[in-house]
């Protein structure tokens, strides 16, 4: 059966109020740096008291989230962050110093304040998150981006595997338990990849290979994470061909356990893993008659296979529990 379309109307709603939770309020120690942020520009995502991530934005990825729960409701529960609102913070803000205010935006001494949306840490509940930030489609920027910079995406897509695959791996972090240390690769990794390279950053980003090296095993939990995110990546692309959007410059985020987890008796338990869009500011809304965003879709047209590749891989290892 077909996935149900997350039809659009021809107007745009009203926005949603999501009116900002308490714990997310921000206090003197409120805003902290992320310690599992992988791309993006240094210090753009502070965590909050209660999970809460404040990211720097812009008013088009906060007027995006804030209209998702009607125009894509479906995509929105299953593969959005959790949205809470927006605030306005200083993100040059030292660990513990006074970092902004609440949703009003009201100034904070002679603090910059900058809009922050606020959304679910994807990271939680995982003792060792593996973390991966791939950029997604061929399009890297919004309709509103000036001659000169749309040249310059232009030329980066062509320089990168973005615009050969629609995917360039943006930054990656992995737990390795035989080492008990964590490696963490920036966007210069994903840049130095050719399209014919990719599978080695899937790979690495899985925990499979340290450099040119593949290793002699595989956790059972790794696998069956592996598992579960090419079929949570399946039913992304199922639903993506039903809603009519443009992601421009989008990612998607993808989490996993990174400590290898027991084997249960006689049960077969669910893995925890994370796969959802982020990024959303050179998103927009679109009528059903321009059809579903081809760019994105490219892009995890060529993610599945890569993710399936893995899973190939890691089957020919021995696996352990």
Same mark, same amino acid.
């Given at each position: 059966m077909s996935p149900t379309p997350d039809t659009n109307a021809d107007a745009a709603p009203?926005?949603?109020p999501v009116p900002v939770p308490a714990k997310a309020k921000l206090t003197k120690d409120a805003a902290r740096a992320f310690e599992h942020q992988v791309a993006g520009h240094a210090g753009q995502i502070r965590l909050l008291p &209660? &999970?809460?991530?404040?990211?720097? #934005? #812009?008013?088009?990825e906060v007027d995006f989230l804030q209209a998702a729960p009607l125009r894509i409701p479906a995509l929105y529960t299953a593969f959005l962050p959790p949205f809470h609102g927006s605030a306005h913070i200083d993100f040059a803000a030292k660990d513990g110093e006074a970092a902004g205010a609440g949703a009003g935006g009201e100034a904070a001494g002679e603090a910059t304040l900058e809009l922050a949306v606020l959304l679910g840490?994807?990271?939680?509940? =995982?003792?060792?998150?593996c973390i991966a930030d791939i950029k997604l489609g061929t399009q890297l920027y919004?309709?509103?981006?000036?001659?000169?910079?749309?040249k310059r995406m232009e030329q980066q897509a062509v320089e990168t595997t973005s615009g050969a695959t629609g995917l360039r791996l943006c930054g990656v972090k992995v737990f390795h338990a035989h080492t008990g240390q964590y490696d963490v690769?920036?966007?210069? =990794?994903?840049?130095?990849l050719t399209a014919d390279q990719l599978h080695v950053g899937i790979e690495t980003f899985f925990g499979?290979?340290?450099?040119?090296?593949?290793?002699?095993?595989?956790?059972?939990? #790794?696998l069956a994470a592996m598992v579960a995110i090419r079929d949570k990546l399946v039913a992304l692309r199922e639903?993506?061909?039903?809603?009519?959007?443009?992601?421009?410059? &989008?990612s998607v985020l993808i989490v996993y356990e990174g400590l290898p987890q027991p084997a249960v008796a006689d049960a077969s338990p669910e893995p925890h893993v994370q796969v959802r869009l982020v990024d959303f500011s050179h998103a927009k809304y679109v009528d059903a008659s321009e059809g579903p965003d081809t760019s994105l879709l490219f892009g995890l047209d060529h993610l599945i296979p890569l993710v399936n590749g893995a899973i190939s891989l890691a089957e020919s290892l021995e696996i352990v529990s």
């Open positions: 009203a926005p949603v &209660g &999970g809460i991530l404040a990211k720097q #934005t #812009t008013q088009i840490n994807l990271t939680a509940g =995982f003792t060792k998150p919004g309709d509103d981006a000036s001659p000169e910079k749309r690769h920036d966007r210069s =990794f994903g840049r130095s499979l290979r340290v450099g040119d090296a593949v290793l002699a095993q595989v956790a059972a939990s #790794t639903m993506m061909a039903v809603s009519y959007t443009r992601m421009y410059g &989008g």
